[in-house]
Each structure stands twice: as structure tokens, then as C-alpha cells.
């Protein structure tokens, strides 16, 4: 499986606000926004463009469009903080939603909410969702996608465990990894070491 790792110093230093525990839930929401666009920026970086024919104030030019935008999918709860800022980004976009919340006993996937469209045999995904933990959201999700013939899928994560991105690689989907760090692993509540906490907490407050 393809892993990428934004090592940019502007990814290094929101990444560190993220994780700070002093860092109250609007800091949170904008560090996150901002890391959002980098993860979103080399995402996109060998995306395939159209040529577009349009003239200048001084002269005719061929310029360029997105071939085929991606579609979004943010998994909430987390996810949610990613969205606004990456279809900012493609605005040409749609969006589709998964909501999943994670069994803290069992750390299981606990899927609550479903909204994507049928044939997804030809658009590109992007999957939104700031962590990687077991991968067993994320596996979810994939599996969602390619019940509806994705073949293109792109998880956008910011921090991921070892674990995750190897169940994902052993998945055999189709799928990459854009991420901000590959931390160090999982302690006994399956939570990133050292991670940054509870994303969805750390957006909206405990649920
Ligand atoms: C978090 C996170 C992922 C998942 C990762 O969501 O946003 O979706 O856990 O863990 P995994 O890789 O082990 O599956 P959570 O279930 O806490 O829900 P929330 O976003 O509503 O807080
Ligand atoms: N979900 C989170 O929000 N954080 C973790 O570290 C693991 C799962």
C-alpha cells in the first residue's frame, strides 16, 4: 500500500497543537482545518486534469480543471472537522457521509449512519477521518466503497497507528494513506501513543 507522510514544518507545527492537551476545542478545530488543507494539497498532487480553453485579459491559453474530483467522505464524528475545509479546497466535490462510533469496550465499529452514492465505479474517494487507530473504522468504511465499485480510495488521516495502516495494507482494497504521522502504536484502550486524544471529544465535548 502506497503511505504518505506530509512532513511539511507548517503540518509538523499544527500536528504539535493537535496533540497538546492544553489546546482548548476551537484551537483544536482550527489546527485541524489547517493540517486538513496540507493532507489535501498532496492528496491531490498527481490528480489527473482536463485541458480547459479560456482566454485572458490579454490572450487565449489552454489551463487546466480536475478530470475526475474526488468524492468526500467525512466518517463522523471526527470527520466533521475536516470536511468544511477540504471542499473548500474542491469545490467541485461531492460529499458523501459515514457516522460510526467506536465500542470502547470491545473496539469495535459501531456503524449508526450510511449516505453515499450508488455506482461509485468511476469517482476517486477520499476518506476523512483524523485517526487511524485499529483501522477497524476505517476497513468499514472501505468496505462500504467497494460494495459500490470503488476502486480509487484515498484515506486522509492525520495521525495513524502501525496497526491501522497494516490492517489496511492486508485489506487488499484499493487504497492509499495520507497522513500527517505513523505514530509509535496502540496502548490497552486501543488509543494512539502518543496521538492526541479523543478527536471527536476534542472537537465537540464527550458524547
Ligand atoms: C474515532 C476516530 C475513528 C476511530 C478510529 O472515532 O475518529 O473513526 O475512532 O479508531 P479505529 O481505527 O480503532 O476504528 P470514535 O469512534 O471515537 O467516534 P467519534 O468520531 O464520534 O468520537
Ligand atoms: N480514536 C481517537 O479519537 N483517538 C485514538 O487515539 C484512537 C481512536
Redesign the pocket.
Known sequence: MDVTVVDHPLARARLTTLRDERTDNASFRGALADLTQMLIYEALSGAPVADVEITTPVATMTGAKLANPPLLVP?????LGMVEQAHAMVPESNVGFVG???DEQT?Q?VPYLESLPDDLSRTPVFVL??????????LHTIELLVGRGAVDITAVCVVA?PE?VSALAESGHPVRLVTAAVDDGLNDN?YIVPGLG????RQ?GP?
Open positions: 466518517v463522523l464524528r471526527a470527520g460510526i462510533a467506536r473496539h465499529p477521518d483524523p485517526m487511524l487507530a485499529t483501522g477497524g473504522s476505517m497507528a491501522g486501543a479523543d478527536a471527536g471529544d465537540f458524547r
